[in-house]
T-cell receptor
């Protein structure tokens, strides 16, 4: 079946540190891949997406590259800020019959300290 | 443009009761999906509706049901509530037939507590 595995948190960093959150997936074909972010007390917001192999999604300094050979979509940011503290979810929509069904990873909580 | 609106925001119910949650999608969006978020199970897909038709259903018991109206507003119902149904229920709307290359817009959720 389709599934997403992401690194367990919490991840604790100092401001301006480099961030990597690992995400791997299991799916047939070429699913679409997403990173969503959830700030405290809020719903989820799309951070970035990629729809085919080797695509790089980017937004607000965050980047992730769709790697078919390693079935991965790792999230990176060169210099985190306190305001980036949130829970990050990796997700996919299956290539076939997925419609608008998002399959999420468990989420990784990021805490950034000044 | 108004976002996705979920009502009520908070709800406390007793075991055995039933509950109905409401979701108003962004104007023009015809797809509405529901998710359950708990600390133990994370975010789990419940069901998705497009133009009043259920297209996908997650692995939940029949106590969980939903529907979509002709104006795209959606409701989900949980009957015979159990303590384990305590969760944040999130609704998302999407503008297209498939979400493979677009964004799902989420509401702030309804926090259901079953006592």
């Amino acid at each position: 079946g389709n599934s997403v595995t992401q690194m367990e948190g919490p991840v604790t960093l100092s401001e301006e540190a480099f961030l990597t959150i690992n995400c791997t997936y299991t799916a047939t074909g070429y699913p679409s891949l997403f990173w969503y972010v959830q700030y405290p007390g809020e719903g989820l917001q799309l951070l970035l997406k990629a729809t085919k192999a080797d695509d790089k999604g980017s937004n607000k300094g965050f980047e992730a590259t769709y790697r078919k050979e390693t079935t991965s979509f790792h999230l990176e940011k060169g210099s985190v800020q306190v305001s980036d503290s949130a829970v990050y979810f990796c997700a996919l929509i299956p290539a076939s019959g997925g419609y608008n069904k998002l399959i999420f990873g468990a989420g990784t909580r990021l805490a950034v300290h000044p | 443009k108004a976002g996705v609106t979920q009502t009520p925001r908070y709800l406390i119910k007793t075991r055995g009761q039933q509950v109905t949650l409401s979701c108003s999608p962004i104007s023009g969006h015809r797809s509405v999906s529901w998710y359950q978020q708990t600390p133990g199970q994370g975010l789990q897909f419940l069901f998705e509706y497009f133009s009043e038709t259920q297209r996908n259903k997650g692995n939940f018991p029949g106590r969980f049901s939903g529907r979509q109206f002709s104006n795209s507003r959606s409701e989900m119902n949980v009957s015979t509530l159990e303590l384990g149904d305590s969760a944040l229920y999130l609704c998302a709307s999407s503008p297209l037939w498939t979400g493979s290359n677009t964004e799902a817009f989420f509401g702030q959720g309804t926090r259901l507590t079953v006592v």
